[in-house]
């Protein structure tokens, strides 16, 4: 029959144990909750990159095959330019 002492020293290590595996679950919980909360900044940072691109874009000049349209996801074609050029390495049917 297992002394008294030992079902607590037992049920002591038990409870250091499951101490440990809460603290474990609450550190991924933690890193997952911090990774929700950055979440919603991540398309703000995209959109403020996007945003900076035409201000960067040379002006539309002889060089230019596109202009740049406010709200538009696709550049407009300038006048005069086919599909083989505002497209390099893709040929028409």
Known sequence: MPSVLGLIEARKKK???????LREEAERAQA?????????????????????VPADAPAGG???ARSVVAGSVVPHRADGVGVEHS?????RF
């Open 15 to 21: 409870i250091r144990e499951g101490v440990a595996q």
């Open 32 to 52: 997952a909750l911090a990774a929700a909360e950055d979440a919603p900044e991540r398309p703000a940072g995209a959109w403020a990159t996007v945003a900076e």
């Open 62 to 64: 002889a060089g230019s």
């Open 87 to 91: 497209r390099p390495g893709i040929s």
